[in-house]
């Protein structure tokens, strides 16, 4: 297992602050509770502009995916 240092805004801070208190679980949680939700969702987003920044890339419209896939 790792640690990480972060910097959060203190209105972020604050709402984590309460977050944790009423719940009465540790920020930690919620924090590697986001990580492990969001972050494959960044990295398909990374690897969706990576592939359209692609000087080989072909684009197509919904039309035309739609007759490819017989729709």
């Known amino acids: 297992m790792a640690i990480l240092t972060v910097r959060i805004s203190d209105d972020t801070e604050k709402r984590l602050e309460h977050l944790s208190y009423k719940t009465k679980r540790p920020k930690s949680f919620y ?12 990295e398909d ?3 969706a502009l990576e592939r359209l920044n692609k000087k ?3 684009y197509y419209s919904t039309k035309e995916v739609e007759e490819l896939l017989e729709l």
């Open 56 to 58: 080989n890339a072909k």
């Open 31 to 42: 924090v590697k509770d986001m990580l492990e939700k969001y972050l494959a969702e960044y």
């Open 45 to 47: 987003a990374f690897l």
